[in-house]
């Protein structure tokens, strides 16, 4: 299987997922474009992005391979199914930026800065908007998710401390903008009605993401399932281990 970190422009942080997984599954992670080891030029467009799933694939000799995306990686997963479903085997989406209307990013900043302190909120709110410009520092983006990394959780006041996280800028603010703009054209909406890959969308009930946007997508494809996981926020193998490991083995057997 091929994992498929959040972000954009994140460091790649599913190290904790693998004692689920790697007893029964040959897991692939790699790092995202915008930070090393990967490259750390452009294009950062939601085409280019396909691509380089698509070239990790065909590096590894992986024809058809299952694909997990928490997040922004759900998002992307979407993409390639619409873009190269002929690469896909089935996909579980967890967690993700949706594909109708806003993907749920709006409910997503007012839900975390609900969740944290006012101060807290509004120096997030203040230096992930430079971010969004192409504006400010690494180090300041790290600040601002390290402030509401809690909210992100069911029970903010139980959040396990935050990985380690670096953040290329650029990777954040140029996704971004590509992402929005196949929002606004629907992209996925005209494209995953078409896709005839089992999927299972994997949604925490008490996401910062409401489970709505997940419905929303899952419902635009003719063979997707979900599950949601009561009591969990954003990071469900955090929070309820052992449920993207159950979810992975229906969904094999549903692909065959």
Not at 131 to 154: I, M
């Amino acid at each position: 299987m091929v994992v498929l970190h959040g972000g954009p422009g994140l460091s790649e942080y599913t190290s904790s997922l693998l004692p689920e997984l790697t007893d029964s599954y040959t897991v692939i992670r790699f790092q995202q474009r915008g930070l090393a080891p990967s490259t750390t030029d452009g294009p950062f467009d939601v085409e280019r992005q396909v691509e380089d799933v698509v070239a990790v694939m065909d590096g590894l000799g992986l024809r058809k391979p299952l694909v997990i995306g928490h997040s922004w990686g759900g998002h992307l997963a979407m993409h390639l199914m619409v873009s190269r479903p002929d690469r896909v085997a089935a996909a579980l989406v967890v967690d993700p930026l949706g594909a109708v209307g806003d993907g749920g990013e709006a409910d997503l900043g007012r839900i975390l800065g609900e969740r944290v302190s006012k101060e807290a909120a509004v120096r997030a709110e203040l230096l992930d908007q430079k971010a969004l410009r192409g504006e400010g520092t690494a180090e300041d983006q790290v600040e601002g998710l390290s402030l509401v990394w809690p909210g992100y959780f069911a029970e903010p006041a139980q959040a396990p401390p935050m990985p380690p996280m670096e953040i290329s800028v650029s990777a954040y603010s140029e996704t971004f903008t590509s992402i929005r703009d196949h929002l606004a054209r629907g992209t996925l909406v005209t494209g995953l009605p078409k896709v005839d890959i089992p999927v299972t969308f994997l949604l925490g009930e008490q996401s910062p993401i409401p489970i709505e946007h997940g419905r929303a997508s899952a419902a635009l494809m003719p063979m997707a399932e979900t599950t949601v996981v009561n009591g969990c926020g954003h990071f469900p193998w955090l929070e309820r281990p052992g449920y993207v490991r159950l979810e992975l083995d229906k969904l094999r057997s549903r692909s065959g």
